[in-house]
């Protein structure tokens, strides 16, 4: 399908790129992005993807807008509050792009949801904020590549898992850490604006995916420290005794780990 007159003009910087062109919007407008989270992480990113001109994208969050999201959840507004975080993401991209098709799943995922949740996309975004979710979506991801991140404080890591390319998270991060070890944003802070960096970064890993331009962040985890103003990327092993992806895997059912 050619590019409409609107298009060519909406998408025009994208189109002046070599390693974009007319056939890379497209490859965008075809595109199926499920973002998992629609906070921090994921606010930044859907909204990229949505400007971008991503055809599709999937929002999966269980929450209401609240007061205290507003410091770095840019995609929701203080009349959104109360608001399913679902509903407000998709008004706001909706009112950016007419081109994005927005689908919502007002849920959490579990194991009991995830397979259906990402079977029609084509690459995932965890922007989630525990780690119970993080094992889920790499444990099912054996067939879809996604991008991990997290950030708190001053602090953001960032890793891309494309199947049979590279470690995934589990090779890197084994088991969750005890329950509590760990403290949350709402307990220890964090900057809105690492939200923005890291997100965003996510949104150019799926844009590169789909296009098929560039050098992924597989078997390479980023590292953001804001206040030293430094990114390490540190190359990351497959974990041939990975218990998800290794010789003999040992996990052959989807955890939901105790939150
Ligand atoms: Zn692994």
Do not use: W
């Not at 590279?166 to 969750?176: A, D, I, L, S, T």
């Not at 403290?183 to 150019?204: E, F, Y």
């Amino acid at each position: 399908m050619a590019l409409t007159d609107e298009q060519i003009e909406r998408y025009s910087r994208h189109i002046i790129l070599k390693e974009v062109g007319a056939k890379g919007q497209k490859k965008l407008l075809n595109a199926k992005v499920l973002i998992i989270g629609a906070g921090g992480l994921g606010a930044p990113a859907a909204m990229y993807l949505g400007a971008a001109g991503v055809g599709t994208i999937g929002i999966v969050d269980a929450d209401e807008v609240d007061l205290s999201n507003l410091q770095r959840q840019i995609i929701h507004g203080t009349a959104d509050i109360g608001k399913a975080k679902v509903k407000s993401a998709k008004e706001t991209i909706n009112a950016m792009n007419p081109d994005v098709t927005v689908k919502t799943y007002r849920q959490f995922v579990t194991s009991e949801n995830i397979m259906d949740l990402i079977a029609d996309y084509d690459f995932i975004i965890d922007g989630t904020d525990n780690f119970p979710a993080k094992f889920l979506i790499n444990d099912v991801m054996a067939k879809k590549p996604f991008s991990h991140a997290g950030i708190i404080r001053f602090k953001g890591q960032l890793m891309t898992y494309v199947p049979g390319e590279g470690p995934c998270y589990r090779c890197v991060f084994k088991n969750p850490p005890p329950k509590d070890a760990v403290p949350t944003c709402k307990q220890a802070g964090v900057i809105g604006a690492m939200g923005g960096v890291i997100g965003s970064l996510q949104a150019m890993e799926a844009i590169k995916y789909i296009i098929g331009k560039g050098d992924l962040l597989t078997g390479r985890l980023l590292t953001y420290d804001a206040l030293k103003m430094e990114f390490h990327t540190i190359k990351l092993p497959k974990d041939h005794h990975c218990a998800i992806c290794g010789d003999n895997p040992t996990i052959h059912e989807l955890i939901d780990y105790e939150q």
